[in-house]
């Protein structure tokens, strides 16, 4: 190889050292200045997991509420807890006491 060829030869490849070495300096300058918003996304992506981990928790006391709609039991707890109602054999005492 000639001198000449040997000279540009090596002025690419240092060009193309210094195209890569800018493109790794703007790289890594990008990547640090959007930390913050990568932080605040996991942040978030957090916040989001606790909220679906309550939604499927309150799902699955609905279906068990939903399951149970049909038992005598529940219908009984409901009727005597929300509505008040008493069977006709009962008794019921009120207190009048002030506590």
Do not use: H
Not at 27 to 50: F, Y
Not at 70 to 79: G, L, P, Q, T
């Amino acid at each position: 190889m000639s001198k000449e060829k040997k000279q540009n030869f090596l002025k690419s490849t240092l060009g193309i050292g210094i195209l890569c070495a800018l493109a790794a300096i703007v790289m890594i300058i990008r990547g640090i200045s959007i930390q913050p918003e990568i932080n605040q996304n996991k942040q978030e992506i957090a916040e989001l997991e606790n909220e679906i981990e309550a939604a499927k928790e309150e799902q699955a006391e609905v279906d068990k509420m939903r399951e149970n709609a049909d038992s005598d039991e529940y219908i009984e707890k409901v009727a005597r807890d929300k509505l008040g109602m008493v069977k006709n054999d009962e008794i019921v005492f009120i207190d009048v006491s002030e506590e």
